[in-house]
C-alpha cells in the first residue's frame, strides 16, 4: 500500500519508495522472478503521476540493478496517458 498524498512534505516520496522496495525485497526472498505493479498510490491516494512514475522507477531501476534475481518487473497503468508518464520519465532517467 502506497501512501495518501498529503502535499509532499510528509515523507510521501519516502513512504513510496519504501513501498516498492518491500514489494521488491518479497519477491526476492519468495525466489521469485517477475513483478507486476500498478502505479501506486495515484489514483485515490492523489499522488501526483509525474512524480510518482519517477519514485517507482527509479527504485525499481535501483533495486534490480542490485538484484539481478529479477529478471522482469512490469508496470500496469491506467491508459495511454499514464503509459506516456511513465515512458517519459524512463527515458529521462536513463539519460541521467
Known sequence: V?????????NEAEMLAGAYQESLKLVSEKGLT?????????????YPIKEAARIALKTVIDYATDSPSIKLIRF?????????????????????
Open 76 to 96: 500496469n497503468l491506467f491508459g495511454l496517458k499514464d503509459y506516456g508518464i511513465y515512458e517519459e520519465t524512463f527515458e529521462e532517467l536513463e539519460k541521467s
Open 2 to 10: 502506497g501512501p495518501i498524498y498529503r502535499g509532499g512534505d510528509k
Open 34 to 46: 517477475s513483478v507486476a505493479f500498478p502505479s501506486l498510490s495515484t489514483g485515490a491516494y492523489g
